[in-house]
């Protein structure tokens, strides 16, 4: 299994309306882009002015932390959102495939927060997967584009074996 452990998702304002960007994923593996694979795309908060995140219908109902101090918070928000989405068949805004390069391009709103999540995909005989992603325009308000790119997982690749785990992020009583 190859999982995808994104360092960031490429973004870019585009042309001279700023309540619009362009949003693209390039998926490669070894410099090598992996065509076919499909991915969901998801509007889960609306951004306010003072930079607070308000869930939307589809998400508000979930007692999830709306706010996070590491990266590692926020891949657990990733995670908890896109199990969410899976099990209440919440519907994407937008779902697309790679194309030969590795890449799927999509336009967004610059004040929303958005979750995107890879369906698994082979290529080579080789099965990826990909953790899902939390980012928003203000993540790349300069237009700064990184790469973010498959890893090899623990088990090298072999197609016929997946491991999983489960984070479970909820909001306590006593906790914002």
């Known amino acids: 299994m190859l999982t995808f452990l994104p360092s960031s998702v ?21 410099g090598k882009g992996l065509a076919d694979a499909e ?4 509007e889960v908060a609306d951004i306010s002015g003072n930079g607070q995140y308000i869930p939307n219908e589809n998400f508000e109902d ?7 101090s590491s990266s590692s918070d926020r891949e657990q928000l990733a995670e ?18 790679t194309d030969a390069n590795g890449d799927l391009k999509a336009q967004i709103s610059e004040s929303k927060l958005y979750l ?6 082979e290529s080579d005989g080789k099965r990826y997967t990909c953790e899902p ?10 237009a700064n584009l990184a ?5 090899p997982g623990r088990d090298g690749g072999d197609s016929s ?7 479970k992020v909820w909001k306590d009583d006593d906790s914002n």
Request: net charge positive; with cysteine.
């Open 10 to 30: 490429f973004a870019a304002v585009s042309g001279g309306n700023h309540s619009s960007a362009s949003f693209r994923i390039q998926y490669q593996h070894g």
């Open 39 to 42: 991915f969901s795309l998801y």
């Open 62 to 68: 979930y007692s999830v932390r709306w706010t996070f």
């Open 80 to 97: 908890t959102l896109s199990a969410y989405a899976a099990r209440d068949d919440i519907r994407p805004f937008y779902t697309g495939k």
């Open 116 to 121: 995107a999540v890879g369906a698994p995909c």
């Open 133 to 142: 992603i939390l980012f928003s325009m203000s993540d790349n308000a300069e």
């Open 147 to 151: 790469i973010a790119s498959p890893k």
């Open 161 to 167: 074996r997946i491991d999983r785990s489960v984070v």
